[in-house]
């Protein structure tokens, strides 16, 4: 196995002194002031960290946030992330390369190389991460995040919601001991140290480091793949022990181990919410939600009911299991800043129906166990945390309705009805993604991607399901390294007529990634940036491109198939021989033939194995490729008065002819001159001789154009041929004072065109003029510049001129 050791050089206490941190922390208040929100949620996003390179100081650098380490050899010493026992080591920005260093230092400056603590984000971008390469070779240890808050205000905290996200930065394939864990310890005083005191575990929020299975390499932290969002809740107020009281303090602690063999993973945290709720409303199990009286401070519903659903800091838990009434007969909104709904509880799941004439509006969570069932085809709510067992249900069995499915990270998405649905926006689903009705289920993805973490499912409950791949979003989805195939069931349209899936597996160690596939109509000669296909292939080939990428570049080892429909084969296209050719930007399609393919007639399809690289795929009969020509050469060459032209081919599928085009005019404005006959169909090689009988005496540019029998055309490189003229043009007097001629003698009227520039290769002046056959005399003024040598570049009919001229 590939590993990366790296090590951690500790400090004993004094070497580099302890910062002395002020006693401060982050307060919850009644008002929000310039350092708080108030009763709203605290957040910490690391963003402060960008750009900045220095010394972390732990309650200092970021209020209320540490940063510390312990060694078991060193008896659980709390040491701050800068010491070493030589340079102290600063805080510096890595995307996960110094995972791969191979020994830890500090430089002079105090840089850190391998395992240290750093700011994870892209190269150059200011969304930044805490945390660090978790290697040493010394002792084993374990690194502290602590987030220290106390509520300042006059009222208790009921329950305290924790969510963070947890970003992987590099990968060491370790997995033992690849987890971020989190705990919590309150206290009535002041609460400075990481170790000391009783932590309570919060084992909901400990998240196990989501790509170790894949190649040794650093990863993209902020991707989907590698990033997991987790929420949690402390509760109070129901004689459980945790509630903050005025005055108290919370500090809410990670930690992760430092470890060569277990571990060394570049681990981090980001994006920190800590909610305090303070105001809670309570919704009776049954009864209009729009009506206050059905709301109360009791959790069965009773109590006090809210002023109105325009409170700040306020949480809506909403009771419930019917799963098909409209609970909303009036139209319903939760609008307070910091407010929202909550659909069900910890111990008391609750289901929400929204009916196709309801108008609900809130910020909503749904809990684990709850299910929120949505038949109104563009509902206005906005989904915030769903948990990973959590169902949101979108119903639409209309045959003419188009069903908004919202953007968000789901836990269970259920696509129920067989109405057409589309997503507005990206979608992460971290379980299930289930098709539940009897006929086709379709989802449309747009230009937004569909993401299915890793250990995630595609669930078809009945019938038959497809994802639409009408844009240039895909499915995205974990292809593991154990062999297993991974089915990616797409179309180009909500029929099944048009399901052209692909089916991935690989085995290779360490190979695992993230794949995404979309499908598109037609395949192209070539395909541009931005994967739009440029001059269609109509003969021989299946009129698909299956546009296939990896998250992580290299490591890769697939096996790859591909599934069509007979009417989506074209003219010429021979099922019997198919394959899959790859097309690579720069190279063109590879014209490898694989393995064949499936002349099933109702499963056509083709496979190909050992894919590294990725790109778009189609898949053709001919020998040659999806390409109908395959040009080796063109080129064209003076031969005594006239111009040769030559060219050969590889092979030729439907081939009808070639045309050789000229350019008297800097390859603009080609006009045909010649034509000659192609090979039709052929796996031979072939060679050509077009013969220029009355070529330009100037320079010339020649090209070859490619016609079909169905008229499709392609055009070779331009070749460019010299003039037959000596170049007539000098310059007198030379050296000279500064006023100079161009003097010339053309056999036809020219346009003289060209720059001066000096011997720093500095632009002086410009040459733009007509002149007329013979000889003429045309001004040259460098008389506002110094003495000295200047080059004279000049376009002429025979080809470019360079003069050189001394001015005394």
């Given at each position: 196995?590939?590993?990366?050791f790296?090590?951690?050089?500790l400090?004993v206490?004094?070497?580099?002194?302890?910062?002395?941190?002020?006693q401060a922390?982050?307060?919850?208040?009644?008002?929000?002031?310039?350092?708080?929100?108030?009763?709203?949620?605290?957040?910490?996003n690391?963003?402060?960290?960008?750009?900045?390179n220095?010394?972390?100081?732990?309650?200092?650098t970021l209020p209320?946030?540490y940063?510390?380490?312990?060694?078991?050899?060193?008896?659980?010493?709390?040491l701050?992330?800068?010491?070493?026992?030589?340079?102290?080591?600063?805080l510096?920005?890595?995307d996960?390369?110094?995972?791969?260093?191979?020994?830890a230092?500090?430089?002079a400056?105090?840089?850190?190389?391998g395992?240290?603590?750093?700011?994870?984000?892209?190269?150059?971008?200011?969304?930044r991460?805490?945390?660090?390469?978790?290697?040493?070779?010394?002792?084993a240890?374990?690194?502290?995040?602590?987030?220290?808050?106390?509520?300042?205000?006059?009222?208790?905290?009921?329950n305290?919601?924790?969510k963070?996200?947890?970003?992987q930065?590099y990968?060491?394939?370790?997995?033992?001991?690849?987890?971020?864990?989190?705990?919590?310890?309150?206290?009535?005083?002041?609460?400075?140290?990481?170790?000391?005191?009783?932590?309570?575990?919060?084992?909901?929020?400990?998240?196990a480091?989501?790509?170790?299975?894949?190649?040794?390499?650093?990863?993209?932290?902020?991707?989907?793949?590698?990033?997991?969002?987790?929420?949690?809740?402390l509760l109070?107020?129901?004689?459980?022990?945790?509630?903050?009281?005025?005055?108290?303090?919370?500090?809410?602690?990670?930690?992760?181990?430092?470890?060569?063999s277990?571990?060394?993973?570049?681990?981090?945290?980001?994006?920190?919410?800590?909610?305090?709720?303070?105001?809670?409303?309570?919704?009776?199990?049954?009864g209009?939600?729009?009506?206050?009286?059905?709301?109360?401070?009791?959790?069965?519903?009773?109590?006090?009911?809210?002023?109105?659903?325009?409170?700040?800091?306020?949480?809506?838990?909403?009771?419930?299991?019917?799963?098909?009434?409209?609970?909303?007969?009036?139209?319903?909104?939760?609008?307070g800043?910091?407010s929202?709904?909550?659909?069900?509880?910890?111990?008391?799941?609750?289901?929400?129906?929204?009916?196709?004439?309801d108008?609900?509006s809130?910020?909503?969570?749904?809990?684990?166990?709850?299910?929120?069932?949505i038949?109104?085809?563009?509902?206005?709510?906005?989904?915030?945390?769903?948990?990973?067992?959590?169902?949101?249900e979108?119903?639409?069995?209309?045959?003419?309705?188009?069903?908004?499915?919202?953007?968000?990270s789901?836990?269970?998405l259920?696509?129920?009805?067989?109405g057409?649905?589309?997503?507005?926006g990206?979608?992460?689903?971290?379980?299930?993604?289930?098709?539940?009705?009897?006929?086709?289920?379709?989802?449309?993805?747009?230009d937004?991607?569909?993401?299915?973490?890793k250990?995630g499912r595609?669930?078809?409950?009945?019938?038959?399901?497809?994802?639409?791949?009408?844009?240039?979003?895909?499915?995205?989805?974990?292809v593991?390294d154990?062999?297993q195939e991974?089915?990616?069931?797409?179309?180009?349209?909500?029929?099944?007529?048009?399901?052209?899936?692909?089916?991935?597996?690989?085995?290779a160690?360490?190979?695992?990634d993230?794949?995404?596939?979309?499908?598109?109509?037609?395949?192209?000669?070539?395909?541009?940036?931005?994967?739009n296909?440029?001059?269609?292939?109509?003969?021989?080939?299946?009129k698909?491109?299956?546009?296939?990428?990896?998250?992580?570049?290299?490591?890769?080892?697939?096996?790859?198939?591909?599934l069509?429909?007979?009417k989506?084969e074209?003219?010429?296209?021979?099922?019997?021989?198919?394959?899959?050719?790859?097309?690579?930007?720069?190279?063109?399609?590879?014209?490898?033939p694989?393995?064949?393919?499936?002349?099933?007639?109702?499963?056509?399809?083709?496979?190909?194995?050992?894919?590294?690289?990725?790109?778009?795929?189609g898949?053709?009969?001919?020998?040659?490729?999806?390409?109908?020509?395959?040009?080796?050469?063109?080129?064209?060459q003076?031969?005594g008065?006239?111009?040769?032209?030559?060219?050969?081919?590889?092979?030729?599928?439907?081939?009808?002819?070639?045309?050789?085009?000229?350019?008297?005019?800097?390859?603009?404005?080609?006009?045909?001159?010649?034509?000659?006959?192609?090979?039709?169909?052929?796996?031979?090689?072939?060679?050509?001789?077009?013969?220029?009988?009355?070529?330009?005496?100037?320079?010339?540019y020649?090209?070859l154009?490619?016609?079909?029998y169905?008229?499709?055309?392609?055009?070779?490189?331009?070749s460019?041929?010299?003039?037959?003229?000596?170049?007539?043009?000098?310059?007198?007097?030379?050296?000279?004072?500064?006023?100079?001629?161009?003097?010339?003698?053309?056999?036809?009227?020219?346009?003289?065109?060209?720059?001066?520039?000096?011997?720093?290769?500095?632009?002086?002046?410009?040459?733009?003029?007509?002149v007329?056959?013979?000889?003429?005399?045309?001004?040259?003024?460098?008389?506002?510049?110094?003495?000295?040598?200047?080059?004279?570049?000049?376009?002429?009919?025979?080809?470019?001129?360079?003069?050189?001229?001394?001015k005394?």
């Amino acid at each position: 196995m590939k590993t990366r050791f790296t090590k951690l050089f500790l400090a004993v206490i004094g070497l580099f002194g302890v910062h002395s941190a002020a006693q401060a922390q982050y307060e919850f208040k009644n008002v929000a002031s310039g350092t708080s929100a108030g009763l709203g949620p605290y957040s910490q996003n690391f963003n402060g960290l960008a750009g900045s390179n220095a010394y972390f100081y732990s309650n200092t650098t970021l209020p209320g946030v540490y940063a510390r380490f312990t060694l078991d050899s060193f008896g659980g010493q709390e040491l701050e992330s800068y010491q070493r026992l030589g340079t102290a080591a600063k805080l510096t920005p890595d995307d996960g390369r110094e995972g791969t260093a191979s020994a830890a230092t500090v430089d002079a400056d105090g840089t850190p190389h391998g395992a240290a603590w750093y700011h994870f984000g892209t190269t150059g971008s200011t969304d930044r991460a805490l945390g660090g390469i978790a290697s040493t070779s010394i002792a084993a240890g374990v690194g502290y995040i602590g987030v220290r808050l106390k509520n300042s205000s006059s009222v208790p905290i009921k329950n305290l919601e924790i969510k963070y996200a947890m970003e992987q930065w590099y990968n060491s394939s370790n997995t033992q001991q690849a987890t971020m864990r989190v705990h919590y310890q309150r206290s009535s005083s002041a609460i400075t140290q990481l170790t000391s005191g009783t932590w309570t575990p919060i084992t909901a929020l400990d998240v196990a480091a989501p790509s170790t299975s894949t190649a040794i390499t650093p990863r993209d932290g902020n991707a989907a793949t590698n990033r997991r969002v987790v929420q949690a809740k402390l509760l109070g107020g129901n004689g459980n022990s945790v509630i903050l009281a005025p005055g108290e303090e919370i500090m809410v602690r990670w930690s992760y181990v430092f470890n060569s063999s277990s571990n060394g993973n570049g681990l981090s945290v980001d994006d920190i919410i800590i909610t305090p709720e303070t105001n809670i409303f309570y919704s009776k199990a049954t009864g209009d939600l729009s009506d206050r009286s059905n709301w109360g401070t009791n959790t069965n519903g009773g109590g006090t009911a809210p002023a109105s659903f325009a409170l700040d800091n306020t949480v809506f838990y909403l009771r419930g299991t019917d799963s098909l009434a409209s609970r909303a007969t009036a139209a319903w909104a939760i609008t307070g800043a910091n407010s929202k709904l909550v659909l069900g509880t910890a111990t008391e799941p609750a289901v929400l129906y929204v009916g196709s004439n309801d108008n609900i509006s809130a910020s909503i969570d749904v809990a684990s166990g709850s299910r929120l069932r949505i038949a109104k085809a563009q509902n206005t709510l906005t989904l915030g945390t769903l948990n990973a067992k959590s169902v949101v249900e979108y119903l639409n069995s209309s045959a003419t309705a188009v069903q908004t499915v919202n953007a968000g990270s789901y836990g269970i998405l259920k696509l129920s009805g067989i109405g057409a649905k589309t997503v507005a926006g990206p979608v992460l689903i971290s379980s299930d993604v289930a098709f539940t009705s009897t006929g086709l289920a379709t989802l449309a993805l747009n230009d937004y991607d569909l993401t299915i973490l890793k250990n995630g499912r595609i669930r078809t409950l009945a019938g038959s399901a497809l994802f639409v791949t009408n844009g240039k979003g895909g499915l995205r989805q974990t292809v593991s390294d154990d062999g297993q195939e991974v089915s990616f069931p797409v179309a180009v349209a909500a029929d099944t007529a048009d399901y052209t899936p692909v089916i991935l597996s690989q085995s290779a160690a360490n190979s695992e990634d993230t794949y995404k596939v979309r499908v598109a109509n037609g395949v192209y000669r070539s395909y541009d940036a931005n994967e739009n296909g440029i001059t269609p292939v109509t003969a021989g080939v299946v009129k698909k491109t299956w546009f296939i990428s990896e998250e992580v570049i290299g490591n890769s080892d697939i096996t790859l198939q591909t599934l069509w429909k007979g009417k989506d084969e074209a003219t010429g296209f021979d099922v019997s021989n198919a394959y899959l050719d790859h097309y690579t930007t720069g190279s063109g399609w590879d014209r490898l033939p694989g393995p064949g393919s499936n002349k099933n007639s109702k499963k056509k399809s083709a496979k190909r194995s050992g894919v590294k690289k990725f790109s778009p795929f189609g898949v053709t009969s001919q020998s040659g490729g999806v390409l109908p020509v395959e040009l080796v050469s063109f080129g064209a060459q003076r031969s005594g008065r006239t111009v040769s032209c030559r060219w050969s081919t590889a092979s030729e599928m439907n081939n009808a002819y070639f045309t050789v085009e000229r350019s008297l005019t800097n390859a603009q404005g080609f006009k045909q001159i010649g034509r000659v006959a192609g090979a039709g169909s052929s796996t031979q090689a072939h060679a050509y001789l077009f013969v220029d009988e009355q070529p330009a005496t100037t320079v010339a540019y020649y090209r070859l154009r490619q016609v079909d029998y169905d008229g499709t055309e392609s055009f070779s490189p331009v070749s460019v041929v010299a003039g037959t003229e000596q170049a007539a043009v000098s310059i007198t007097p030379n050296p000279g004072s500064g006023r100079y001629e161009i003097r010339t003698s053309f056999s036809v009227p020219t346009y003289l065109h060209g720059s001066v520039v000096n011997t720093l290769g500095q632009h002086v002046l410009a040459i733009r003029q007509s002149v007329a056959a013979g000889s003429t005399q045309t001004p040259l003024d460098l008389s506002q510049q110094p003495a000295g040598l200047y080059i004279v570049r000049l376009s002429t009919p025979a080809g470019p001129v360079t003069l050189r001229v001394l001015k005394q």
